[in-house]
């Protein structure tokens, strides 16, 4: 699968992004826990340049809780970009997030009081792609509903400043993806996760390679998820879409899932497999790590 996806009010995203930069003190990435690299925009590194930075790993409730700190660390002690998990549905880490930035920013405040700007507000932006639960974070930092939030991605369309309260101001943008997805598997990963549209993708086969890699790598998950006593057997030669398929089919066919001929309807399926693993009804799953624990 060959996944693309660029509105074309990305683009004015990237120059409003690029314009206010000189407005806040510290940019805020929010990724995915469950796919760390391939929910960061690449282009936001160049874009921010040498800004303070914060990533928050977010949908950590449904990531991998090892690999929660194994990820954490990367960006910490790896990259020097402080990381910090949390969870914006249900509030869980969300309160880290203002330690975390005054930490990134601590000689720039030790400044502000020298020349008397005691209590001065940090304002931070708030950054990432689509669907990765910016506004829902920002909504729950603020402890109100400021910031329009949904579960699909291209909701926010314009930039919004939330004043969470005395000491944070929070400036909201919209999802930015790159002009091209030139990994196939960020690509994929980022279709998984719902941060792209699942209107421009073929439900069914990106269905395949999460049936197919979850057998790989969290067999237990499926077996329990849909009340298989065995996963099928790879078949030698076999591709991951045809032994994802051959997997769906399987699952199909203990949830019911018929059509006329006593076919399976593979592609409701697939829906339903998305719907699942979105919502962390399956399991906690984390679909990359670090190079080096590859």
């Known amino acids: ?23 806040v ?10 796919i760390p690299l391939s929910s960061r925009n690449p282009d936001i590194d160049a874009i921010c340049g040498a800004k303070p930075r914060l990533i928050i790993l977010n949908r950590a409730d449904q990531a991998d809780p090892r690999m929660n700190q194994v990820w954490a660390d990367c960006f910490t002690k790896g990259q020097g970009i402080m990381a910090v998990t949390a969870d914006a549905r249900s509030g869980s880490g969300v309160s880290r997030m203002v330690p975390a930035a005054r930490q990134v920013l ?12 005691v209590g001065r507000p940090i304002r931070a932006m708030v ?11 920002i909504n729950k930092v603020a402890g109100r509903k400021s910031a329009r939030a949904a579960d699909r991605p291209g909701v ?24 091209k997805l030139g990994d196939r598997q960020a690509g994929l990963n980022l279709a998984f996760t ?41 078949e030698e030669g076999e591709n991951n879409v045809a032994f994802g ?50």
């Not at 060959?2 to 992004?17: A, F």
């Not at 919004?160 to 002009?179: M, N, R």
């Open 106 to 117: 601590g000689k720039q405040i030790a400044r502000w009081k020298e020349k008397g700007l």
């Open 194 to 234: 719902g941060a792209v549209k699942d209107e421009i993708l073929d439900t069914e086969t990106l269905g395949c390679h999460l049936m197919a890699f979850l057998a790989e790598h969290y067999p237990e998950a499926l077996k329990t998820g849909y009340k298989l006593p065995a996963l099928p057997e790879r």
């Open 1 to 23: 699968m060959d996944i693309q996806w660029y509105p074309g009010h990305m683009t004015k995203t990237r120059r409003q992004i690029e314009a206010d930069l000189k407005h």
């Open 127 to 137: 950054v990432g792609v689509p669907n990765v639960g910016k506004s829902t974070f």
């Open 156 to 179: 926010t369309r314009g930039k919004q400043w939330v004043h969470a309260d005395a000491s944070l101001d929070l400036l909201d943008t919209p999802g930015i993806l790159w002009p």
């Open 25 to 34: 003190d510290i940019v805020v990435e929010i990724v995915d826990a469950r």
């Open 245 to 294: 398929c051959r997997l769906l089919e399987t699952a199909g066919r203990r949830r019911g899932f018929l059509i006329s001929g006593g076919e399976i309807d593979t592609e409701r399926m697939a829906k339903i497999l998305l719907d699942e693993f979105r919502g962390g009804r399956l399991g906690r799953f984390t679909l990359e790590a670090p190079p080096e624990e590859e």
